[in-house]
């Protein structure tokens, strides 16, 4: 009985058991280069809604015509992950002025 103990000790455990394989990601999937493209034309069709949003928040565009853009903004990011296998990056919050102002000084 000692023997199984020591034998279950001196097993290694891994921290974490490994990821099934998923899916495979629509495109193909033969070389890395074509992942990077697959994965710059996903992100370029999300950078878009988000800039069309911007811009109709600039313009003080309706809230029903923005929510419509944030909605197929989400369908976008739901692509990305469909397509590239992981969620799309978050943006980097930005500063607010106050506090440039203040590191200038």
């Keep these: 009985m ?3 103990s020591k034998r279950a000790a001196a097993a290694p455990k891994s921290a974490a ?3 099934a394989p998923g899916p495979a990601p629509a495109g ?3 070389g ?3 992942d990077s493209a697959l994965k710059e034309k996903e992100a370029a069709k999300v950078n878009a809604v988000g800039d069309k949003i911007r811009e109709l928040k600039k313009a003080k565009a309706e ?3 923005i929510m419509a853009e944030v909605a197929k ?3 976008a990011k739901e692509a ?3 397509a590239v296998g992981e969620p799309f990056p978050a943006p980097a919050p930005q500063q607010s ?3 440039k102002k203040k590191k200038k000084k």
């Design 97 to 99: 002025s106050k506090k």
């Design 17 to 19: 058991p490994a990821p």
């Design 80 to 82: 990305y992950e469909a």
């Design 2 to 4: 000692l023997e199984r």
């Design 63 to 65: 809230k029903d015509v």
């Design 73 to 75: 903004l989400k369908e």
């Design 28 to 30: 193909g999937g033969g």
């Design 32 to 34: 890395s280069g074509g």
